[in-house]
């Protein structure tokens, strides 16, 4: 029965590829719906970013928080979206703090020498 067993294949063919064709149609949705809801956030971030001060000196802080100096470094800024400039003044550790001795590896790249 070569035949019916043909028939089954081919109803089963039929049947996952209906299957294939809802799942890449939803697929397709959630995808469009996706994008959307990306450019829309897009645009939204842009327009805060240009008219609120407040959103930008908040997105600032969180990058900042989150940056690790090598010594304790204070961060203060001023956001004037309307001028589309940020005022950054970075506190520096002292040059007392800094070390005074540059370090470099020779050309071999076997030893260190201090300059």
């Known amino acids: 029965d070569i035949e019916r067993e043909n028939a089954l294949l ?3 063919y039929e049947k996952q590829r209906i ?3 809802e799942q890449y149609a939803e697929w397709q949705h959630q995808y469009q719906e996706h994008e959307k809801n990306r450019t829309d956030s ?3 971030a ?3 970013f240009r008219s609120d ?3 930008f000196e908040h997105c600032l802080e969180e990058v900042f928080s989150q ?3 090598p010594r304790e470094t204070l961060v203060t800024f001023e956001v ?3 001028e589309s400039t940020v005022w950054l003044d970075v506190d520096l550790p002292e040059i007392e703090d800094m070390p005074d001795k ?3 590896v020779n050309a071999r790249g076997t030893d260190i020498n201090e300059k």
């Open 10 to 12: 081919k109803q089963r």
């Open 19 to 21: 299957a294939w064709a």
């Open 42 to 44: 897009v645009a939204l």
């Open 46 to 48: 842009k327009e805060q």
């Open 53 to 55: 001060a407040r959103f």
């Open 67 to 69: 940056t690790e100096w």
């Open 80 to 82: 004037r979206p309307e």
């Open 102 to 104: 540059v370090y470099s």
